[in-house]
C-alpha cells in the first residue's frame, strides 16, 4: 500500500496535467517558427488576384468583398460551387500584405487549440463533472494526436486552400455541437441564430462538415424528442434546412462537373453501393491508423486510462450512460459517412497511400490514373476517429461505472497498481517508437513536429525564405513586362508552394503573373540568373 500511496503521490493528476501540457506547447514551436516563412502560392493567386487587385487599387474593404464575390460567381460556374470556401479563398493574407501569409499557421493552430480544448472542457467538465487537471491532461493528449499525426499537415496548418477548406469547417462543426448541447439545456434564441449562421456557412463548404454536423443536429433532436418529449428542440430543423439549402446550392453548380468530370454528382442508384463502400473504407482508414501511427494509437490509449482512473475518483455518478452498444454504432457511422463525399466527387477512392504521400511532399503513385482525394480529406476523418474514439471511451467508462462501480472501487488499489504498471508499459513503447522513428517507417518521422523540425534545422527553412523574398521583391517590380525570376527550392518540408517553371503557360506561371500584373513570368537556372540578372539584386542575394 506505501508503494502505491507513493506512486500517486509522484505520479499525479495535477503534475501530469502541467508536465503534458508544456510538452505540447513546446511540440508547436516548430510549427510556428516554419509557419513564420510560409507564403502564398498557385492556387491561393489564382483565387484572390481579383481581391489583390481590389485593395491596391482602392484601399476599400467594399471594394475587396465586391471582388470576393464576383470570384464566387464565376468560379461557381466554371470550376466549383463551394461558395463559402471559394469567398474565403480569395481574402487570403498576402491580398492585403505580402508578409501576412503566417497568420494561416497562427490562425490554424489558435483555433485549432481553442476550440478542440472548449469541446473537450464542455463535455468533460461541465457535463461529466472531470476534475480540471484531469481535463488538462486529457486535452493535451488529444491536440499531441489531432496536431501531429494528420495525414496533411500542409491542409492543416501550412495551405491556405486546405485550411479553408478542410480545418476551418471541422472547427466550425465543434461548435455546432458545443452550441446544440448549449442549446438543448437552455433554449435560447440568440445560441439557436448563431447555429443558423454557423450552419448556413457549411453549406457551403465542404461535404464532410455538411454530413457531420447535420448528423449532431439529427442525432440531438432524436434524442431530445425520444428521452425528454421536449419539442423546443424542433427549431434545429431550422439550421438544418439553411444548411442543406446551401449545399444544395453548392452542388447544383454547373463547374463542379468540369473540375469533377462526369462520375462527379449524386443519384440514387450510387447511393446503396456507396453505403457499402464508406463501411469498407472506414475500416481500411481504422486499420491504417493502427499500422502507420502506433503512437498515435499509444496516446489514445492513455487517454482511455486517464478517463477510467477519473471515473474510479469520482464519488457519484450524476449521469446515467444508456445503449453504449448503440452509441458506439451510431459513432462509427459518423465516421464512416466521412467516407462518402468522395466517392460522389468522381475522384480515385482507393489511393489513400499515394495521397497522403502527395499531401506530405513525396512523389505518388496513383493506382488506375486516379487523381486521388485531397490530403484534407485525411485529415477531417482523422478528427472525426479521435473525437469518436474519446466519446466512446468516455460514454463505456461511464456505463461501466454506473453498472459495476461498486465493485469496481472494491478492488480499486489493485486497480491503481495496474494502472501504473500500464502507465510504464506505455511510456515505456512511446520511448522505443521514438528510439527507433529515425530508422523505421512506423509513423513518427513523419509527424508535424518531426517534418517542421527537419526542415528547421536542415537550413532548408532558411533558404526557402531567403528565395521567396528575393521572388517576391522581383515580381513587386516587374508591373506590365516579362520577367525572369530564380527557379525555387522544390522541396519544401511541411510547406506547400507550387515553384515557377520555364513555361509561361503553366497554370503557376499564369496565375502569378495576373496576381502582380506581369506580361508573363518564367523560371530559369539559379545559377544562371545569378549571371545575368544578380547584379541587379545584390541586396536579396544571400550565399
Given at each position: 500500500?506505501?508503494?502505491?500511496?507513493?506512486?500517486?503521490?509522484?505520479?499525479?493528476?495535477?503534475?501530469?496535467?502541467?508536465?503534458?501540457?508544456?510538452?505540447?506547447?513546446?511540440?508547436?514551436?516548430?510549427?510556428?517558427?516554419?509557419?513564420?516563412?510560409?507564403?502564398?502560392?498557385?492556387?491561393?493567386?489564382?483565387?484572390?488576384?481579383?481581391?489583390?487587385?481590389?485593395?491596391?487599387?482602392?484601399?476599400?474593404?467594399?471594394?475587396?468583398?465586391?471582388?470576393?464575390?464576383?470570384?464566387?460567381?464565376?468560379?461557381?460556374?466554371?470550376?466549383?460551387?463551394?461558395?463559402?470556401?471559394v469567398f474565403l479563398f480569395t481574402?487570403?493574407?498576402?491580398?492585403?500584405?505580402?508578409?501576412?501569409?503566417?497568420?494561416?499557421?497562427?490562425?490554424?493552430?489558435?483555433?485549432?487549440?481553442?476550440?478542440?480544448?472548449?469541446?473537450?472542457?464542455?463535455?468533460?467538465?461541465?457535463?461529466?463533472?472531470?476534475?480540471?487537471?484531469?481535463?488538462?491532461?486529457?486535452?493535451?493528449?488529444?491536440?499531441?494526436?489531432?496536431?501531429?499525426?494528420?495525414?496533411?499537415?500542409?491542409?492543416?496548418?501550412?495551405?491556405?486552400?486546405?485550411?479553408?477548406?478542410?480545418?476551418?469547417?471541422?472547427?466550425?462543426?465543434?461548435?455546432?455541437?458545443?452550441?446544440?448541447?448549449?442549446?438543448?439545456?437552455?433554449?435560447?434564441?440568440?445560441?439557436?441564430?448563431?447555429?443558423?449562421?454557423?450552419?448556413?456557412?457549411?453549406?457551403?463548404?465542404?461535404?464532410q462538415a455538411v454530413l457531420f454536423?447535420?448528423?449532431?443536429?439529427?442525432?440531438?433532436?432524436?434524442?431530445?424528442?425520444?428521452?425528454?418529449?421536449?419539442?423546443?428542440?424542433?427549431?434545429?430543423?431550422?439550421?438544418?434546412?439553411?444548411?442543406?439549402?446551401?449545399?444544395?446550392?453548392?452542388?447544383?453548380?454547373?463547374?463542379?462537373?468540369?473540375?469533377?468530370?462526369?462520375?462527379?454528382?449524386?443519384?440514387?442508384?450510387?447511393?446503396?453501393?456507396?453505403?457499402?463502400?464508406?463501411?469498407?473504407?472506414?475500416?481500411?482508414?481504422?486499420?491504417?491508423?493502427?499500422?502507420?501511427?502506433?503512437?498515435?494509437?499509444?496516446?489514445?490509449?492513455?487517454?482511455?486510462?486517464?478517463?477510467?482512473?477519473?471515473?474510479?475518483?469520482?464519488?457519484?455518478?450524476?449521469?446515467?450512460?444508456?445503449?453504449?452498444?448503440?452509441?458506439?454504432?451510431?459513432?462509427?457511422?459518423?465516421?464512416?459517412?466521412?467516407?462518402?463525399?468522395?466517392?460522389?466527387?468522381?475522384?480515385?477512392?482507393?489511393?489513400?497511400?499515394?495521397?497522403?504521400?502527395?499531401?506530405?511532399?513525396?512523389?505518388?503513385?496513383?493506382?488506375?490514373?486516379?487523381?486521388?482525394?485531397?490530403?484534407?480529406?485525411?485529415?477531417?476523418?482523422?478528427?472525426?476517429?479521435?473525437?469518436?474514439?474519446?466519446?466512446?471511451?468516455?460514454?463505456?467508462?461511464?456505463?461501466?461505472?454506473?453498472?459495476?462501480?461498486?465493485?469496481?472501487?472494491?478492488?480499486?488499489?489493485?486497480?491503481?497498481?495496474?494502472?501504473?504498471?500500464?502507465?510504464?508499459?506505455?511510456?515505456?513503447?512511446?520511448?522505443?517508437?521514438?528510439?527507433?522513428?529515425?530508422?523505421?517507417?512506423?509513423?513518427?518521422?513523419?509527424?508535424?513536429?518531426?517534418?517542421?523540425?527537419?526542415?528547421?534545422?536542415?537550413?532548408?527553412?532558411?533558404?526557402?525564405?531567403?528565395?521567396?523574398?528575393?521572388?517576391?521583391?522581383?515580381?513587386?517590380?516587374?508591373?506590365?513586362?516579362?520577367?525572369?525570376?530564380?527557379?525555387?527550392?522544390?522541396?519544401?518540408?511541411?510547406?506547400?508552394?507550387?515553384?515557377?517553371?520555364?513555361?509561361?503557360?503553366?497554370?503557376?506561371?499564369?496565375?502569378?503573373?495576373?496576381?502582380y500584373k506581369t506580361e508573363s513570368?518564367?523560371?530559369?537556372?539559379?545559377?544562371?540568373?545569378?549571371?545575368?540578372?544578380?547584379?541587379?539584386?545584390?541586396?536579396?542575394?544571400?550565399?
Amino acid at each position: 500500500m506505501k508503494v502505491i500511496d507513493r506512486l500517486k503521490y509522484i505520479i499525479n493528476t495535477t503534475t501530469l496535467a502541467i508536465t503534458t501540457s508544456v510538452v505540447f506547447l513546446i511540440s508547436i514551436i516548430p510549427i510556428v517558427m516554419v509557419g513564420m516563412v510560409n507564403r502564398a502560392t498557385a492556387d491561393d493567386f489564382g483565387y484572390s488576384w481579383g481581391t489583390h487587385h481590389a485593395w491596391l487599387e482602392t484601399g476599400s474593404l467594399i471594394e475587396v468583398i465586391k471582388a470576393a464575390g464576383e470570384m464566387v460567381r464565376d468560379t461557381y460556374h466554371i470550376y466549383q460551387g463551394t461558395w463559402s470556401s471559394v469567398f474565403l479563398f480569395t481574402l487570403q493574407p498576402e491580398v492585403f500584405s505580402n508578409k501576412a501569409y503566417p497568420l494561416v499557421t497562427f490562425a490554424s493552430l489558435l483555433l485549432t487549440i481553442a476550440l478542440n480544448s472548449l469541446l473537450l472542457h464542455y463535455l468533460l467538465v461541465k457535463i461529466v463533472k472531470f476534475p480540471f487537471p484531469r481535463f488538462m491532461f486529457i486535452n493535451a493528449l488529444f491536440l499531441l494526436i489531432n496536431i501531429h499525426f494528420v495525414d496533411s499537415y500542409r491542409s492543416a496548418f501550412f495551405w491556405q486552400i486546405g485550411v479553408v477548406h478542410y480545418q476551418i469547417p471541422y472547427l466550425f462543426c465543434l461548435m455546432i455541437i458545443i452550441l446544440v448541447l448549449r442549446y438543448t439545456k437552455t433554449y435560447k434564441k440568440h445560441t439557436l441564430a448563431l447555429i443558423c449562421v454557423i450552419a448556413t456557412f457549411l453549406g457551403g463548404s465542404n461535404y464532410q462538415a455538411v454530413l457531420f454536423s447535420l448528423s449532431i443536429m439529427m442525432i440531438a433532436i432524436l434524442v431530445m424528442q425520444v428521452a425528454y418529449r421536449e419539442k423546443r428542440v424542433y427549431w434545429l430543423l431550422l439550421p438544418m434546412i439553411l444548411e442543406l439549402s446551401g449545399l444544395i446550392i453548392s452542388m447544383k453548380s454547373p463547374g463542379n462537373s468540369i473540375r469533377g468530370g462526369p462520375d462527379f454528382g449524386f443519384t440514387l442508384e450510387r447511393f446503396g453501393e456507396a453505403i457499402f463502400i464508406s463501411l469498407k473504407l472506414a475500416f481500411r482508414d481504422i486499420g491504417a491508423y493502427i499500422i502507420e501511427k502506433p503512437l498515435m494509437i499509444v496516446l489514445l490509449l492513455f487517454m482511455m486510462i486517464a478517463i477510467f482512473f477519473t471515473f474510479l475518483k469520482i464519488t457519484e455518478q450524476r449521469l446515467q450512460y444508456p445503449l453504449p452498444g448503440l452509441v458506439f454504432i451510431v459513432t462509427f457511422l459518423i465516421f464512416a459517412a466521412m467516407q462518402t463525399p468522395q466517392i460522389f466527387a468522381g475522384v480515385s477512392i482507393y489511393a489513400r497511400t499515394a495521397v497522403v504521400h502527395m499531401s506530405q511532399g513525396l512523389t505518388p503513385e496513383f493506382p488506375d490514373g486516379g487523381l486521388g482525394t485531397s490530403g484534407g480529406v485525411w485529415n477531417f476523418s482523422l478528427y472525426v476517429f479521435t473525437l469518436m474514439v474519446l466519446v466512446n471511451g468516455v460514454y463505456f467508462i461511464g456505463w461501466l461505472f454506473t453498472k459495476y462501480g461498486n465493485k469496481i472501487k472494491s478492488i480499486s488499489s489493485l486497480l491503481w497498481l495496474k494502472g501504473m504498471i500500464s502507465f510504464n508499459v506505455l511510456v515505456l513503447a512511446v520511448t522505443l517508437m521514438l528510439l527507433l522513428s529515425p530508422t523505421q517507417e512506423i509513423g513518427i518521422n513523419r509527424t508535424t513536429f518531426n517534418v517542421c523540425y527537419s526542415y528547421l534545422v536542415s537550413g532548408r527553412a532558411e533558404t526557402y525564405k531567403n528565395h521567396m523574398r528575393l521572388q517576391t521583391a522581383i515580381l513587386l517590380n516587374a508591373q506590365g513586362i516579362d520577367v525572369v525570376v530564380p527557379e525555387t527550392d522544390s522541396w519544401q518540408g511541411p510547406l506547400y508552394n507550387s515553384v515557377l517553371t520555364g513555361d509561361p503557360n503553366a497554370f503557376t506561371n499564369r496565375v502569378t503573373s495576373l496576381y502582380y500584373k506581369t506580361e508573363s513570368i518564367i523560371a530559369i537556372n539559379r545559377f544562371t540568373w545569378n549571371e545575368l540578372y544578380g547584379h541587379m539584386w545584390d541586396e536579396y542575394i544571400i550565399e
